[in-house]
T-cell receptor, first 110, second 115 residues
Framework: DAKTTQPTSMDCAEGRAANLPCNHS???????VYWYRQIHSQGPQYIIH???NNETNEMASLIITEDRKSSTLILPHATLRDTAVYYC???????????FGDGTTLTVKP | EAQVTQNPRYLITVTGKKLTVTCSQN?????MSWYRQDPGLGLRQIYY???????DKGDVPEGYKVSRKEKRNFPLILESPSPNQTSLYFC??????????????FGPGTRLTVL
């Protein structure tokens, strides 16, 4: 799996967009970018994934740069319930090994 | 309801006393995995299984054993627990669909304390 670098922590005002960056400069051509989040010691929850095109679902948007060396997860209207640790993972689909890294602790403030 | 269950949810034990943490999924997933999480650290993979009777080491397999005799179950065995295995443990499963979807479904976690 390619190594990822994320900021340790970020704050965001409630109702504003939360933009969480992830650097993955060693990503290879067949590796996807996956995002999960973990709310207060619960099991992590899948958010979104992508290869090279921008992706959007009901939870978030994922923007991947053209060179694929970095990406940004966007929560368009953050709520207090979005306070969590967000993990950016780069891996080949269906691989056995899975490395989560340390993630970014997002705190949404009223 | 599709889910991954773990038992027990909380366990306090003593050094050297063998224990098993069970994991079961009802989604017919081929892939199952165990992770541990320690304060300030992300999830570290212990073992994983791509299908019945197929298991492989993750990043931190020392001191753990697993088995996959049935598709739905993937127990984690600590033959001789030590205090450095005090941690929060998560089991996860996912389908191996051949596409890019990599959604892992996680259990609620087992908090283990070894005295």
């Amino acid at each position: 799996d390619a190594k990822t670098t994320q900021p340790t922590s970020m704050d965001c005002a409630e109702g504003r967009a939360a933009n969480l960056p992830c650097n993955h400069s060693t990503i290879s051509g067949n590796e996807y970018v996956y995002w999960y989040r973990q709310i207060h010691s619960q099991g992590p929850q899948y958010i979104i994934h992508g290869l090279k095109n921008n992706e959007t679902n009901e939870m978030a948007s994922l923007i991947i740069t053209e060179d694929r060396k970095s990406s940004t997860l966007i929560l368009p209207h953050a709520t207090l319930r979005d306070t969590a640790v967000y993990y950016c993972i780069v891996r080949v689909p269906n691989a056995g090994k899975s490395t989560f890294g340390d993630g970014t602790t997002l705190t949404v403030k009223p | 309801e599709a889910q991954v269950t773990q038992n027990p949810r909380y366990l306090i034990t003593v050094t050297g006393k063998k224990l098993t943490v069970t994991c079961s999924q009802n989604m017919n997933h081929e892939y199952m995995s165990w992770y541990r999480q320690d304060p300030g650290l992300g999830l570290r993979q212990i073992y994983y299984s791509m299908n019945v009777e197929v298991t492989d080491k993750g990043d931190v397999p020392e001191g753990y054993k697993v088995s996959r005799k049935e598709k739905r179950n993937f127990p984690l065995i600590l033959e001789s627990p030590s205090p450095n295995q005090t941690s929060l443990y998560f089991c996860a499963s996912r389908v191996l669909a051949g596409g890019s979807t990599d959604t892992q479904y996680f259990g609620p976690g087992t908090r283990l304390t070894v005295l």
